[in-house]
């Protein structure tokens, strides 16, 4: 295998959603909603389930809205 067939490599790209997030209060800016207690449950589960097929993840890009954050994290 030559040098530029190794760093072609093919990669795997995951896009994963934000999980639930609650109803907006009344004022509160969409970008502030936090996860739901069902968005929780269910965020952890999966992430339990895809845990051995993402190894290990070198790169996490997130939006900065807080129902996003909290799902990267």
Same mark, same amino acid.
């Given at each position: ?5 190794? /760093?072609? +490599?093919? &990669?795997? #790209?995951?896009?994963? *959603? ?5 109803e907006a209060r009344e004022g509160q ?8 207690? /069902?968005? +929780?449950? &269910?965020? #952890?589960?999966?992430? *339990? ?24 994290e």
């Open positions: 295998m030559s040098s530029s067939e190794k /760093r072609t +490599r093919p &990669r795997t #790209l995951w896009l994963v *959603r934000h999980a639930h997030a609650q800016p969409d970008r502030e909603r936090p996860l739901s207690d /069902r968005g +929780r449950e &269910r965020l #952890l589960r999966a992430a *339990r389930a895809l845990a051995p097929r993402l190894g290990s993840a070198p790169l996490v890009m997130t939006s900065p809205w807080v129902r996003a954050a909290a799902t990267a």
